[in-house]
């Protein structure tokens, strides 16, 4: 029996990025996996760091 593994591709970029996203998703068994969004809106890193300093910000004010 063979279990899922879950794959994130982040910044799948130029033709490369784009031939292993067709790939994936054209092939049924990634297609549920390839479907699902990442867990943030972009994978840009100044934006992933602004959201973590945000939350770090709101739990020292929260007291934890």
């Known amino acids: 029996m063979t279990s899922a593994v879950p794959v994130w591709i982040?910044?799948?970029r130029g033709l490369l990025g784009a031939s292993l996203l067709d790939?994936?998703?054209a092939d049924p068994r990634?297609?549920?996996v390839a479907a699902r969004p990442?867990?943030?809106s972009t994978t840009d890193e100044s934006?992933?760091?602004a959201a973590a300093r945000t939350e770090a910000e709101?739990?020292?004010e929260a007291g934890r």
């Open 38 to 40: 990442l867990p943030w």
């Open 47 to 49: 934006v992933m760091r």
């Open 10 to 12: 982040i910044g799948a």
């Open 23 to 25: 790939a994936m998703t």
């Open 58 to 60: 709101r739990l020292l």
């Open 30 to 32: 990634w297609a549920p």
